[in-house]
């Protein structure tokens, strides 16, 4: 139990620390999203992971902020495919698990399976960024190397980390 509230307070100064540092900082949004994303990667224990944002004009994803994934697997989902976890989060306005991508409905059978075992993620959860009016604002995703689910704390931290982003970026458009 020590060592599970050491590594909670540990995450909570890491969420403290970025928020603050996004309000001062606020104006350069890709660097501020960028660890924003970090902070993501470090509390779930991925390797990877982005983040993309609705674009208003066109309502596709843009992606922003990345860490760890080749030109490929970037190009690949550049273009919004419905075969993603981030893709099914937007529409569904819900976080998306993916504890194996070789046996999700979501990937077995799609292209984007062959490109994400090329980029060696084996999981994924997407989380969406919710304006407080409801509005989706983007999407961030962290990827494992392994077959996994995230633990309670992770999902309850992410979901922390995912509201700091949405209401950072709220505050962006306004």
């Known amino acids: 139990i020590l060592e599970h509230s050491a590594a909670d307070l540990k995450a909570m100064r890491r969420l403290n620390e970025i928020g603050t540092r996004c309000a001062r900082d606020g104006d350069d949004i890709p660097r501020c999203l960028q660890e924003l994303l970090d902070v993501a990667i470090e509390i779930s224990g991925a390797q990877k992971g982005n983040i993309q944002i609705v674009d208003r004009n066109t309502s596709r994803l843009t992606m922003i902020a990345e860490h760890g994934f080749q030109p490929a697997f970037l190009g690949f989902f550049a273009d919004e495919t419905p075969f993603s976890a981030c893709g099914k989060a937007i529409e569904t306005q819900q976080r998306v698990i993916v504890e194996d991508v070789r046996q999700s409905a979501l990937f077995v059978g799609a292209p984007s399976l062959r490109v994400l075992l090329d980029a060696n993620v084996l999981a994924v959860q997407s989380t969406p960024l919710i304006s407080s009016a409801g509005h989706v604002l983007g999407v961030i995703s962290t990827h494992f190397e392994n077959p996994r689910r995230p ?24």
């Open 151 to 174: 633990s309670e704390q992770e999902i309850r931290l992410m979901d922390l980390l995912a509201r700091q982003a949405a209401d950072y970026l709220e505050r962006k458009r306004v």
